[in-house]
């Protein structure tokens, strides 16, 4: 599953608020694609968060990010000699 | 034919829940996509930020990029069905209201409609209050807001010929989202006839 999935679903797979342990019950061995070389679950992201439960998709969403993100930031494609860290040379052609 | 809507909202009038809504209602034929969670993975993937409070910080032109990567994203999702796609037709950022789609965005989502959640300045204001989301401190201007909101949507519209419908969102989530329901029924038929 891609981060830029997990909203959709979170919204079909549950009704919040949703306790933690429902969630890694359904979506913990789900791996989070895309961010590194060697994705994580969502159950080893999830524990490192400290939330027992969650009230909204948002707050389950936030969660992840906040678990994640400082984790992996910069990792794939970093490039400190400007802004848009290639993002601009790297469009996708169809 | 994939119908999809796009469904916004200023921040706190509570888009996203009748979007989350209406997806449960409509199941599986419809996808929800939310374009902050993708301009958030690319930012995370090309090491631009690595929070939603991060992403709202970015020099414009990253902001533009990440856009474009956001609207390809839409756009390959889009073969695999109808999406519903919540977003902000204006950001509110530390430099100023930006608009929340350009045109080659809007051109790869392609949308059947543009949907703009309402609700009085009051009850966004006490949403606000009330939500477990922290909003941006520089976030007053919530009538201003709202008012560019409104001309960004029949602009869009202009741009790419589609509806604009307005949904008022004072009461219940639930009857805000069947109406948005409704309004992807009405499509999908319509789409049908053509």
């Known amino acids: 599953m891609r981060l830029s999935d997990a909203r959709d679903r979170f919204v079909s797979e549950f009704r919040f608020p949703v306790e933690r342990e429902a969630v890694l019950e359904t979506l913990g061995d789900v791996e989070i694609e895309g961010l590194a070389d060697d994705p994580e679950t969502v159950g080893e992201v999830l524990n490192r968060a400290g939330d027992d439960e969650f ?40 | ?17 009748v979007s989350e809504f209406a997806r449960r209602e409509l199941g599986e034929e419809y996808t929800l996509v939310n374009v902050g969670d993708i301009m958030l993975q690319e930012a995370l993937e090309h090491g631009l930020a690595d929070s939603r409070d991060e992403l709202i910080g970015l020099r414009l032109r990253d902001q533009r990029a990440l ?63 009330r939500s477990e989301r922290s909003y941006d401190p520089f976030g007053k ?22 509806p604009v419908y307005h ?12 109406r948005l329901v409704t309004i992807a029924d009405t499509l999908s038929e319509l789409s049908g006839q053509i």
């Open chain 1, 55 to 94: 009230r909204s998709a948002d707050e389950l969403y936030d969660a992840i990010i906040g678990s994640i993100g400082s984790g992996y930031v910069g990792r794939r494609f970093y490039d400190d000699r400007g802004s848009n860290a290639g993002i601009d040379i790297d469009e996708v052609s169809f």
């Open chain 2, 1 to 17: 034919m994939a119908e999809n809507i796009v469904v916004s909202g200023v921040p706190g009038v509570g888009a996203s829940k």
């Open chain 2, 67 to 129: 856009q474009r990567r956001a609207g390809e994203q839409i756009a390959r999702k889009s073969d695999s069905g109808p999406l519903l796609i919540n977003t902000h037709l204006v950001v509110e950022t530390p430099l100023g209201f930006v608009p929340g789609l350009n045109e080659a965005m809007l051109s790869d989502i392609d949308p059947s409609a543009l949907v703009v959640v309402d609700a009085s300045t009051a009850t966004i204001r006490e949403r606000r209050e």
């Open chain 2, 141 to 162: 201007s919530i009538e201003f807001h709202k008012q560019l909101q409104n001309a960004a949507a029949f602009a869009y519209s202009l741009q790419s010929g589609v």
């Open chain 2, 167 to 178: 949904l008022r969102n004072e009461e219940r989530i639930e009857e805000t989202g069947d």
